[in-house]
Protein backbone atom coordinates (compact mmCIF):
# COMPACT_ATOMS: atom_id res chain seq x y z
CA UNK A 1 0.00 0.00 0.00
CA UNK A 2 1.35 3.32 -0.73
CA UNK A 3 -0.26 6.69 0.05
CA UNK A 4 0.63 10.05 -1.88
CA UNK A 5 -0.05 13.49 -1.64
CA UNK A 6 -2.02 15.08 -3.73
CA UNK A 7 0.45 17.09 -5.75
CA UNK A 8 2.04 13.31 -6.78
CA UNK A 9 -1.67 11.91 -8.21
CA UNK A 10 -0.31 8.62 -9.59
CA UNK A 11 -1.40 7.05 -12.88
CA UNK A 12 -4.07 4.87 -11.57
CA UNK A 13 -6.04 7.63 -11.86
CA UNK A 14 -5.89 7.71 -15.47
CA UNK A 15 -8.19 4.39 -15.36
CA UNK A 16 -11.76 4.38 -15.00
CA UNK A 17 -13.83 4.95 -11.49
CA UNK A 18 -15.97 1.74 -11.30
CA UNK A 19 -18.05 2.65 -9.07
CA UNK A 20 -18.82 5.73 -10.83
CA UNK A 21 -22.96 5.73 -10.76
CA UNK A 22 -22.80 6.57 -14.71
CA UNK A 23 -21.35 2.88 -14.94
CA UNK A 24 -24.25 1.42 -12.54
CA UNK A 25 -21.98 1.97 -9.26
CA UNK A 26 -24.25 2.50 -6.38
CA UNK A 27 -23.90 2.64 -2.17
CA UNK A 28 -26.12 -0.02 -1.22
CA UNK A 29 -26.19 0.45 2.51
CA UNK A 30 -24.59 2.34 5.49
CA UNK A 31 -24.73 1.68 9.36
CA UNK A 32 -25.40 5.39 9.40
CA UNK A 33 -25.81 8.78 8.01
CA UNK A 34 -27.21 11.18 10.36
CA UNK A 35 -25.24 13.88 8.83
CA UNK A 36 -24.75 13.66 5.55
CA UNK A 37 -26.62 10.80 3.21
CA UNK A 38 -24.20 7.90 1.54
CA UNK A 39 -25.59 7.88 -1.42
CA UNK A 40 -22.65 11.16 -1.71
CA UNK A 41 -19.97 9.50 -1.69
CA UNK A 42 -19.62 8.27 -5.26
CA UNK A 43 -20.61 11.88 -6.71
CA UNK A 44 -18.45 12.41 -10.04
CA UNK A 45 -18.50 16.24 -9.64
CA UNK A 46 -16.14 17.37 -7.32
CA UNK A 47 -16.85 18.47 -3.44
CA UNK A 48 -18.44 21.96 -2.85
CA UNK A 49 -19.14 24.23 0.78
CA UNK A 50 -21.58 26.32 0.82
CA UNK A 51 -20.88 28.60 3.88
CA UNK A 52 -24.23 28.93 5.76
CA UNK A 53 -26.61 26.42 4.68
CA UNK A 54 -27.79 23.90 7.35
CA UNK A 55 -30.38 21.02 7.91
CA UNK A 56 -32.68 19.95 10.13
CA UNK A 57 -29.94 17.44 11.73
CA UNK A 58 -27.19 20.05 11.54
CA UNK A 59 -24.35 21.35 8.92
CA UNK A 60 -24.88 20.41 5.15
CA UNK A 61 -22.08 18.86 4.02
CA UNK A 62 -21.54 17.17 0.67
CA UNK A 63 -20.73 14.00 1.20
CA UNK A 64 -21.16 11.01 3.52
CA UNK A 65 -21.34 11.82 7.13
CA UNK A 66 -22.17 9.71 10.41
CA UNK A 67 -22.94 10.82 13.63
CA UNK A 68 -20.56 11.10 16.99
CA UNK A 69 -20.09 7.84 17.85
CA UNK A 70 -19.97 6.84 21.72
CA UNK A 71 -19.18 3.77 21.56
CA UNK A 72 -15.95 1.07 20.29
CA UNK A 73 -16.25 0.69 16.93
CA UNK A 74 -16.41 1.52 13.23
CA UNK A 75 -19.31 3.05 10.52
CA UNK A 76 -19.13 1.30 7.13
CA UNK A 77 -20.97 1.30 3.96
CA UNK A 78 -21.41 -0.89 1.14
CA UNK A 79 -20.40 0.07 -2.19
CA UNK A 80 -22.00 -1.90 -5.64
CA UNK A 81 -19.13 -1.32 -8.01
CA UNK A 82 -20.66 -0.20 -11.72
CA UNK A 83 -18.30 -2.90 -13.39
CA UNK A 84 -16.89 -5.43 -12.00
CA UNK A 85 -13.01 -5.58 -12.09
CA UNK A 86 -9.86 -5.31 -10.63
CA UNK A 87 -8.83 -2.42 -8.59
CA UNK A 88 -5.66 -0.57 -9.25
CA UNK A 89 -5.94 2.60 -6.59
CA UNK A 90 -8.34 3.85 -4.50
CA UNK A 91 -8.83 8.13 -3.51
CA UNK A 92 -10.65 8.69 -0.56
CA UNK A 93 -11.38 12.39 -0.61
CA UNK A 94 -11.97 14.19 2.53
CA UNK A 95 -12.68 17.89 0.79
CA UNK A 96 -14.29 20.12 3.29
CA UNK A 97 -14.08 17.59 6.53
CA UNK A 98 -12.12 19.50 8.94
CA UNK A 99 -12.66 18.63 12.32
CA UNK A 100 -15.19 15.69 11.49
CA UNK A 101 -12.82 13.62 9.03
CA UNK A 102 -11.99 9.66 10.13
CA UNK A 103 -8.66 9.24 11.45
CA UNK A 104 -8.13 6.17 9.88
CA UNK A 105 -10.02 3.79 7.14
CA UNK A 106 -10.01 0.75 5.70
CA UNK A 107 -11.21 -1.51 2.78
CA UNK A 108 -12.14 -4.97 1.84
CA UNK A 109 -13.90 -6.21 -0.70
CA UNK A 110 -15.51 -9.35 -2.54
CA UNK A 111 -17.22 -11.02 -5.73
CA UNK A 112 -20.51 -12.17 -6.12
CA UNK A 113 -20.16 -13.09 -9.70
CA UNK A 114 -23.05 -12.70 -12.14
CA UNK A 115 -25.60 -13.14 -8.94
CA UNK A 116 -28.95 -11.21 -9.78
CA UNK A 117 -29.81 -8.14 -7.47
CA UNK A 118 -32.37 -10.02 -6.08
CA UNK A 119 -30.08 -12.43 -4.06
CA UNK A 120 -27.71 -9.57 -3.61
CA UNK A 121 -28.48 -8.34 0.03
CA UNK A 122 -29.05 -11.90 1.31
CA UNK A 123 -25.12 -12.86 0.15
CA UNK A 124 -23.90 -9.82 1.24
CA UNK A 125 -25.00 -10.65 4.80
CA UNK A 126 -24.07 -13.51 4.62
CA UNK A 127 -21.09 -15.22 6.88
CA UNK A 128 -20.13 -17.60 4.44
CA UNK A 129 -19.53 -14.58 1.67
CA UNK A 130 -15.80 -14.10 1.37
CA UNK A 131 -14.73 -10.29 1.93
CA UNK A 132 -10.61 -10.12 1.03
CA UNK A 133 -8.76 -7.28 2.74
CA UNK A 134 -7.76 -4.66 0.10
CA UNK A 135 -6.74 -1.99 2.17
CA UNK A 136 -5.79 -2.68 6.13
CA UNK A 137 -6.85 0.34 8.38
CA UNK A 138 -4.36 2.99 7.19
CA UNK A 139 -4.96 6.90 8.03
CA UNK A 140 -6.57 9.66 6.85
CA UNK A 141 -5.74 13.56 6.06
CA UNK A 142 -8.85 16.00 7.06
CA UNK A 143 -10.00 18.31 3.96
CA UNK A 144 -7.27 16.16 1.39
CA UNK A 145 -7.48 13.46 -1.85
CA UNK A 146 -5.92 10.39 -0.08
CA UNK A 147 -4.49 8.16 -2.45
CA UNK A 148 -3.68 4.21 -2.13
CA UNK A 149 -2.41 1.86 -4.61
CA UNK A 150 -3.51 -1.28 -4.19
CA UNK A 151 -2.14 -4.28 -5.38
CA UNK A 152 -4.45 -7.17 -5.77
CA UNK A 153 -5.07 -8.65 -9.27
CA UNK A 154 -8.19 -10.59 -7.66
CA UNK A 155 -11.69 -9.35 -9.68
CA UNK A 156 -14.11 -7.63 -7.21
CA UNK A 157 -17.55 -6.71 -7.69
CA UNK A 158 -18.58 -5.31 -4.08
CA UNK A 159 -16.69 -2.96 -1.74
CA UNK A 160 -17.09 -2.53 2.15
CA UNK A 161 -15.59 0.63 3.22
CA UNK A 162 -14.78 1.10 6.96
CA UNK A 163 -14.40 4.41 8.91
CA UNK A 164 -12.73 4.89 12.23
CA UNK A 165 -14.22 5.85 14.25
CA UNK A 166 -16.62 7.86 12.81
CA UNK A 167 -16.75 10.72 10.66
CA UNK A 168 -17.33 12.40 6.81
CA UNK A 169 -16.07 11.17 3.92
CA UNK A 170 -16.57 13.56 0.91
CA UNK A 171 -16.12 11.15 -2.37
CA UNK A 172 -14.89 7.64 -2.86
CA UNK A 173 -12.88 7.14 -6.08
CA UNK A 174 -12.74 3.45 -7.10
CA UNK A 175 -9.77 3.06 -10.47
CA UNK A 176 -8.86 0.40 -12.01
CA UNK A 177 -9.75 -1.90 -14.99
CA UNK A 178 -13.05 -3.66 -16.02
CA UNK A 179 -13.00 -7.71 -16.26
CA UNK A 180 -16.03 -8.36 -18.20
CA UNK A 181 -17.50 -11.76 -18.69
CA UNK A 182 -16.62 -14.51 -21.03
CA UNK A 183 -20.25 -14.03 -22.84
CA UNK A 184 -19.80 -10.23 -23.44
CA UNK A 185 -16.36 -10.34 -25.05
CA UNK A 186 -17.68 -13.21 -27.54
CA UNK A 187 -20.22 -11.89 -29.18
CA UNK A 188 -20.02 -11.11 -33.12
CA UNK A 189 -19.10 -7.42 -33.00
CA UNK A 190 -18.27 -5.59 -29.70
CA UNK A 191 -16.43 -1.97 -29.00
CA UNK A 192 -12.96 -3.17 -28.14
CA UNK A 193 -11.81 -0.26 -26.05
CA UNK A 194 -15.39 0.17 -24.05
CA UNK A 195 -14.25 0.59 -20.62
CA UNK A 196 -17.09 -1.86 -20.01
CA UNK A 197 -14.89 -4.36 -22.10
CA UNK A 198 -12.01 -3.64 -19.75
CA UNK A 199 -10.80 -0.71 -22.33
CA UNK A 200 -7.94 1.50 -20.56
CA UNK A 201 -5.73 4.49 -20.95
CA UNK A 202 -1.82 3.79 -21.62
CA UNK A 203 -0.60 7.76 -21.75
CA UNK A 204 -1.32 10.52 -23.86
CA UNK A 205 0.48 13.76 -24.97
CA UNK A 206 -1.52 16.07 -23.06
CA UNK A 207 -5.29 16.29 -21.06
CA UNK A 208 -5.30 19.81 -20.07
CA UNK A 209 -9.09 20.37 -20.28
CA UNK A 210 -10.56 16.87 -20.04
CA UNK A 211 -9.19 13.49 -19.32
CA UNK A 212 -9.07 10.52 -22.09
CA UNK A 213 -10.52 8.09 -19.52
CA UNK A 214 -13.88 10.06 -20.94
CA UNK A 215 -12.98 8.82 -24.49
CA UNK A 216 -14.08 4.85 -23.39
CA UNK A 217 -17.21 5.76 -21.21
CA UNK A 218 -20.81 4.87 -22.12
CA UNK A 219 -23.42 6.80 -24.17
CA UNK A 220 -22.89 10.22 -25.47
CA UNK A 221 -21.23 12.96 -23.73
CA UNK A 222 -23.15 15.61 -21.79
CA UNK A 223 -21.15 18.78 -22.24
CA UNK A 224 -17.81 19.65 -23.29
CA UNK A 225 -16.44 18.91 -20.08
CA UNK A 226 -16.75 15.34 -20.59
CA UNK A 227 -14.74 14.05 -23.63
CA UNK A 228 -10.38 14.63 -23.81
CA UNK A 229 -9.27 18.25 -24.60
CA UNK A 230 -5.72 19.27 -25.41
CA UNK A 231 -4.81 22.47 -24.64
CA UNK A 232 -3.91 24.92 -27.82
CA UNK A 233 -0.71 23.67 -29.51
CA UNK A 234 1.15 27.11 -30.43
CA UNK A 235 3.92 24.71 -32.22
CA UNK A 236 4.78 22.21 -34.29
CA UNK A 237 3.57 18.68 -33.88
CA UNK A 238 0.60 17.23 -33.22
CA UNK A 239 -1.73 15.72 -29.72
CA UNK A 240 -2.48 11.76 -28.97
CA UNK A 241 -3.22 9.59 -26.76
CA UNK A 242 -2.53 5.66 -26.61
CA UNK A 243 -5.33 3.03 -25.53
CA UNK A 244 -5.29 -0.35 -24.46
CA UNK A 245 -8.13 -2.44 -25.85
CA UNK A 246 -9.73 -4.26 -22.63
CA UNK A 247 -9.52 -7.16 -25.27
CA UNK A 248 -7.23 -7.73 -28.47
CA UNK A 249 -9.46 -8.00 -31.82
CA UNK A 250 -9.68 -7.04 -35.30
CA UNK A 251 -10.76 -3.93 -35.79
CA UNK A 252 -14.02 -3.49 -38.92
CA UNK A 253 -15.41 -0.32 -37.86
CA UNK A 254 -14.49 3.06 -36.02
CA UNK A 255 -16.55 5.74 -34.29
CA UNK A 256 -15.22 9.61 -33.48
CA UNK A 257 -17.58 11.54 -31.50
CA UNK A 258 -17.05 15.36 -31.51
CA UNK A 259 -20.31 15.71 -29.64
CA UNK A 260 -20.35 19.45 -28.24
CA UNK A 261 -16.96 20.50 -29.18
CA UNK A 262 -17.01 23.35 -31.87
CA UNK A 263 -14.40 26.13 -32.24
CA UNK A 264 -12.03 23.59 -30.52
CA UNK A 265 -12.47 20.26 -32.72
CA UNK A 266 -9.63 18.84 -33.81
CA UNK A 267 -9.68 19.48 -37.56
CA UNK A 268 -8.17 15.72 -38.60
CA UNK A 269 -7.51 12.88 -37.08
CA UNK A 270 -6.21 9.14 -37.55
CA UNK A 271 -5.47 6.22 -35.65
CA UNK A 272 -2.87 3.59 -35.63
CA UNK A 273 -2.63 0.21 -34.08
CA UNK A 274 -0.30 -2.45 -32.50
CA UNK A 275 -0.02 -5.67 -31.18
CA UNK A 276 2.16 -6.12 -28.15
CA UNK A 277 2.22 -8.35 -24.89
CA UNK A 278 2.47 -6.16 -21.99
CA UNK A 279 2.69 -8.17 -18.55
CA UNK A 280 1.90 -6.16 -15.49
CA UNK A 281 3.82 -3.68 -14.43
CA UNK A 282 5.38 -3.55 -17.49
CA UNK A 283 6.65 -0.25 -20.00
CA UNK A 284 4.62 -0.19 -22.86
CA UNK A 285 6.46 2.63 -24.60
CA UNK A 286 9.43 0.31 -23.34
CA UNK A 287 8.63 -2.16 -25.81
CA UNK A 288 9.14 -0.12 -28.40
CA UNK A 289 5.83 -0.91 -30.49
CA UNK A 290 5.57 -0.98 -33.96
CA UNK A 291 2.23 1.24 -35.12
CA UNK A 292 0.34 -0.13 -38.27
CA UNK A 293 -1.69 2.53 -40.17
CA UNK A 294 -5.80 1.93 -39.71
CA UNK A 295 -7.13 4.92 -40.83
CA UNK A 296 -5.70 7.34 -42.67
CA UNK A 297 -5.68 11.31 -41.77
CA UNK A 298 -9.57 11.97 -41.75
CA UNK A 299 -11.27 15.69 -42.10
CA UNK A 300 -13.68 15.82 -38.66
CA UNK A 301 -16.21 18.05 -38.28
CA UNK A 302 -17.39 20.04 -35.14
CA UNK A 303 -20.32 18.33 -33.07
CA UNK A 304 -20.39 15.64 -35.11
CA UNK A 305 -20.43 11.79 -34.78
CA UNK A 306 -18.45 10.35 -37.47
CA UNK A 307 -18.96 6.64 -38.56
CA UNK A 308 -15.53 5.30 -40.28
CA UNK A 309 -15.94 1.92 -41.99
CA UNK A 310 -13.35 1.93 -44.53
CA UNK A 311 -10.65 0.71 -42.07
CA UNK A 312 -7.21 -0.81 -43.51
CA UNK A 313 -7.52 -4.48 -42.03
CA UNK A 314 -4.20 -4.73 -39.72
CA UNK A 315 -5.36 -8.19 -38.10
CA UNK A 316 -5.29 -8.66 -34.27
CA UNK A 317 -4.51 -5.81 -31.90
CA UNK A 318 -3.75 -5.01 -28.41
CA UNK A 319 -3.21 -1.06 -28.58
CA UNK A 320 -4.04 1.65 -30.18
CA UNK A 321 -3.54 5.49 -30.95
CA UNK A 322 -5.32 8.23 -31.31
CA UNK A 323 -4.00 10.78 -33.23
CA UNK A 324 -5.47 14.42 -33.59
CA UNK A 325 -4.11 17.37 -36.14
CA UNK A 326 -3.44 19.85 -34.15
CA UNK A 327 -4.87 19.60 -31.32
CA UNK A 328 -9.05 20.18 -29.50
CA UNK A 329 -11.30 17.84 -28.14
CA UNK A 330 -13.18 14.50 -28.84
CA UNK A 331 -15.59 13.05 -26.82
CA UNK A 332 -15.87 9.82 -27.99
CA UNK A 333 -13.98 7.16 -29.66
CA UNK A 334 -16.27 3.66 -30.49
CA UNK A 335 -13.52 0.59 -32.42
CA UNK A 336 -16.12 -1.94 -33.42
CA UNK A 337 -14.85 -5.42 -34.62
CA UNK A 338 -14.47 -9.00 -33.32
CA UNK A 339 -12.51 -10.01 -30.70
CA UNK A 340 -9.75 -12.67 -31.00
CA UNK A 341 -10.50 -16.17 -30.67
CA UNK A 342 -7.18 -17.04 -30.21
CA UNK A 343 -4.90 -14.11 -28.32
CA UNK A 344 -5.62 -13.69 -24.72
CA UNK A 345 -7.52 -10.32 -22.93
CA UNK A 346 -4.40 -8.15 -22.51
CA UNK A 347 -6.05 -7.60 -19.05
CA UNK A 348 -3.66 -9.30 -15.95
CA UNK A 349 -5.48 -12.35 -15.95
CA UNK A 350 -2.70 -14.72 -16.69
CA UNK A 351 -1.61 -18.54 -15.22
CA UNK A 352 -3.00 -18.16 -11.80
CA UNK A 353 -4.74 -14.93 -11.70
CA UNK A 354 -7.72 -16.48 -14.25
CA UNK A 355 -8.51 -18.25 -10.87
CA UNK A 356 -7.93 -15.47 -8.64
CA UNK A 357 -9.92 -12.62 -10.55
CA UNK A 358 -12.98 -15.43 -11.67
CA UNK A 359 -16.19 -14.77 -10.45
CA UNK A 360 -17.29 -17.34 -7.23
CA UNK A 361 -19.75 -19.24 -9.52
CA UNK A 362 -16.61 -19.40 -12.54
CA UNK A 363 -13.83 -20.25 -10.35
CA UNK A 364 -16.43 -23.22 -8.99
CA UNK A 365 -16.58 -25.03 -12.62
CA UNK A 366 -12.73 -24.42 -12.91
CA UNK A 367 -11.91 -26.29 -10.10
CA UNK A 368 -14.87 -28.66 -10.58
CA UNK A 369 -13.41 -29.75 -14.14
CA UNK A 370 -10.10 -30.09 -12.01
CA UNK A 371 -11.39 -32.63 -9.43
CA UNK A 372 -15.56 -33.58 -9.04
CA UNK A 373 -15.59 -33.41 -5.21
CA UNK A 374 -17.61 -30.43 -3.87
CA UNK A 375 -15.71 -30.11 -0.76
CA UNK A 376 -12.37 -30.15 -2.57
CA UNK A 377 -13.71 -27.17 -4.49
CA UNK A 378 -15.20 -25.70 -1.27
CA UNK A 379 -12.06 -25.45 0.36
CA UNK A 380 -9.82 -24.57 -2.21
CA UNK A 381 -12.60 -21.55 -3.12
CA UNK A 382 -12.02 -20.66 0.82
CA UNK A 383 -8.24 -20.41 0.02
CA UNK A 384 -8.34 -17.80 -3.39
CA UNK A 385 -6.80 -15.86 -3.94
CA UNK A 386 -3.42 -17.96 -4.76
CA UNK A 387 0.39 -16.49 -4.78
CA UNK A 388 1.44 -18.84 -7.30
CA UNK A 389 0.69 -21.60 -9.20
CA UNK A 390 2.66 -23.91 -7.13
CA UNK A 391 0.85 -22.68 -3.78
CA UNK A 392 -2.29 -23.69 -5.64
CA UNK A 393 -0.55 -27.24 -6.34
CA UNK A 394 0.32 -27.88 -2.72
CA UNK A 395 -3.05 -26.28 -1.48
CA UNK A 396 -4.68 -29.06 -3.92
CA UNK A 397 -2.69 -32.02 -2.58
CA UNK A 398 -3.51 -31.00 0.85
CA UNK A 399 -6.40 -30.94 0.65
CA UNK A 400 -7.16 -34.09 -0.95
CA UNK A 401 -5.64 -35.72 1.32
CA UNK A 402 -7.66 -34.35 4.14
CA UNK A 403 -10.99 -35.57 2.82
CA UNK A 404 -13.04 -38.02 3.70
CA UNK A 405 -13.77 -41.26 1.68
CA UNK A 406 -16.99 -40.21 0.75
CA UNK A 407 -15.54 -37.40 -0.90
CA UNK A 408 -12.81 -39.01 -2.85
CA UNK A 409 -15.75 -41.41 -4.67
CA UNK A 410 -17.47 -38.32 -5.25
CA UNK A 411 -14.62 -37.20 -7.11
CA UNK A 412 -14.38 -41.11 -9.11
CA UNK A 413 -18.20 -40.77 -10.35
CA UNK A 414 -17.40 -37.54 -12.33
CA UNK A 415 -14.45 -39.79 -14.66
CA UNK A 416 -15.88 -42.44 -17.31
CA UNK A 417 -14.44 -45.66 -17.17
CA UNK A 418 -11.41 -46.22 -18.90
CA UNK A 419 -12.72 -46.50 -23.02
CA UNK A 420 -16.34 -45.25 -22.20
CA UNK A 421 -17.29 -41.84 -23.03
CA UNK A 422 -19.46 -40.96 -20.25
CA UNK A 423 -19.34 -40.60 -16.28
CA UNK A 424 -21.63 -41.64 -14.13
CA UNK A 425 -22.07 -37.98 -13.32
CA UNK A 426 -22.96 -35.48 -15.39
CA UNK A 427 -18.99 -33.82 -17.00
CA UNK A 428 -18.44 -30.44 -18.77
CA UNK A 429 -17.19 -29.88 -21.90
CA UNK A 430 -14.12 -28.93 -20.64
CA UNK A 431 -13.87 -31.98 -18.70
CA UNK A 432 -14.76 -34.31 -21.49
CA UNK A 433 -12.62 -33.10 -23.18
CA UNK A 434 -9.78 -33.73 -21.00
CA UNK A 435 -10.69 -37.10 -20.36
CA UNK A 436 -10.70 -37.86 -23.90
CA UNK A 437 -7.10 -36.27 -24.20
CA UNK A 438 -6.27 -38.20 -21.19
CA UNK A 439 -7.06 -41.93 -22.61
CA UNK A 440 -6.21 -40.81 -26.38
CA UNK A 441 -3.18 -43.28 -26.30
CA UNK A 442 -5.27 -45.93 -24.87
CA UNK A 443 -8.23 -45.49 -27.24
CA UNK A 444 -5.75 -46.39 -30.15
CA UNK A 445 -5.38 -50.32 -29.07
CA UNK A 446 -6.85 -52.93 -30.93
CA UNK A 447 -10.88 -54.23 -30.90
CA UNK A 448 -9.57 -57.26 -28.82
CA UNK A 449 -7.84 -55.44 -26.38
CA UNK A 450 -10.42 -52.95 -25.23
CA UNK A 451 -13.01 -55.44 -25.08
CA UNK A 452 -10.45 -57.58 -22.36
CA UNK A 453 -10.48 -53.85 -20.96
CA UNK A 454 -14.14 -53.44 -20.65
CA UNK A 455 -14.61 -57.10 -19.13
CA UNK A 456 -11.43 -56.15 -16.22
CA UNK A 457 -13.29 -52.45 -15.68
CA UNK A 458 -17.10 -54.04 -14.97
CA UNK A 459 -14.70 -56.79 -12.64
CA UNK A 460 -13.16 -54.28 -10.88
CA UNK A 461 -16.59 -52.31 -10.56
CA UNK A 462 -18.17 -55.53 -9.08
CA UNK A 463 -15.66 -55.79 -6.55
CA UNK A 464 -14.68 -52.51 -5.35
CA UNK A 465 -18.00 -50.17 -5.97
CA UNK A 466 -16.33 -47.62 -8.19
CA UNK A 467 -15.13 -46.74 -11.45
CA UNK A 468 -11.10 -47.97 -12.35
CA UNK A 469 -9.33 -44.84 -11.62
CA UNK A 470 -5.76 -43.98 -13.29
CA UNK A 471 -3.83 -41.11 -14.39
CA UNK A 472 -4.31 -42.28 -17.91
CA UNK A 473 -2.17 -39.81 -20.10
CA UNK A 474 0.44 -41.39 -22.34
CA UNK A 475 -0.29 -44.63 -21.37
CA UNK A 476 -1.46 -47.07 -23.70
CA UNK A 477 -4.03 -49.57 -23.64
CA UNK A 478 -1.57 -52.60 -22.29
CA UNK A 479 -0.24 -51.03 -19.64
CA UNK A 480 -3.27 -49.68 -18.55
CA UNK A 481 -4.87 -52.87 -18.68
CA UNK A 482 -1.86 -54.28 -16.75
CA UNK A 483 -2.45 -52.09 -14.34
CA UNK A 484 -5.73 -53.15 -13.87
CA UNK A 485 -4.83 -56.66 -13.25
CA UNK A 486 -2.28 -56.04 -10.56
CA UNK A 487 -4.37 -53.90 -8.18
CA UNK A 488 -7.48 -56.42 -8.73
CA UNK A 489 -6.58 -58.26 -5.54
CA UNK A 490 -6.48 -55.46 -3.07
CA UNK A 491 -8.49 -55.12 -0.46
CA UNK A 492 -11.01 -52.25 -0.69
CA UNK A 493 -9.23 -50.20 1.44
CA UNK A 494 -5.93 -50.35 0.04
CA UNK A 495 -7.61 -50.23 -3.24
CA UNK A 496 -9.64 -46.88 -2.30
CA UNK A 497 -6.25 -45.38 -1.47
CA UNK A 498 -4.56 -46.29 -4.52
CA UNK A 499 -7.38 -44.79 -6.81
CA UNK A 500 -7.26 -41.74 -4.35
CA UNK A 501 -3.73 -41.24 -5.47
CA UNK A 502 -4.24 -41.62 -9.07
CA UNK A 503 -6.99 -38.77 -8.67
CA UNK A 504 -4.49 -36.34 -7.36
CA UNK A 505 -2.41 -37.07 -10.17
CA UNK A 506 -5.09 -36.23 -12.55
CA UNK A 507 -5.79 -33.14 -10.06
CA UNK A 508 -2.61 -31.96 -10.48
CA UNK A 509 -2.21 -32.13 -14.70
CA UNK A 510 -5.86 -30.26 -14.73
CA UNK A 511 -4.75 -27.71 -13.15
CA UNK A 512 -1.17 -26.87 -15.08
CA UNK A 513 -3.23 -27.04 -17.67
CA UNK A 514 -6.60 -24.59 -16.38
CA UNK A 515 -3.02 -22.11 -15.55
CA UNK A 516 -1.11 -22.67 -19.48
CA UNK A 517 -4.05 -23.28 -21.75
Not at 224 to 234: A, H, I, P, S, V
Request: proline fraction near 6%; aromatic fraction near 8%.
Amino acid sequence: MTQLTPQSTPNFTQLADLAAPRLGGRVLAANDDFFAPKENLLKESKPIFIEGKYTSRGKWMDGWETRRRRTPGYDWCIVRLGLPGVICGIVVDTSFFTGNYPEHFSLEACDLGTAPYTQESKRLKDSATAWTEVLPQAPLKGDSQNFFAVANDTRFTHLRLKIYPDGGVARLHVHGEAVPDAKKISRPEIDLVAVENGGTVVTSSDQFYGSPRNLLMPYRAKNMGDGWETKRRRGPGHDWVILKLGVPGTIQRIEVDTAHFKGNYPDRCSLEASHVAVKPGEDFLAKHPTWKNVLPETELKANFRHVLSKVNDVGVVTHVRLNIYPDGGVSRLRLFGRASTTAKPTSRAQGVELLNRASPSQARAMLLDCCGSQAWVEHMLSRVPFPDTASVLDTADQVWAALSHDDWLEAFRHHPAIGAKRAQKVQSATARRWSKNEQSVAQQADAVTLSELAKANEEYRAKFGHVFLICATGKTSDEILSSLRWRLPNDPEQELRVAAEEQRKITRLRLEKLFTS
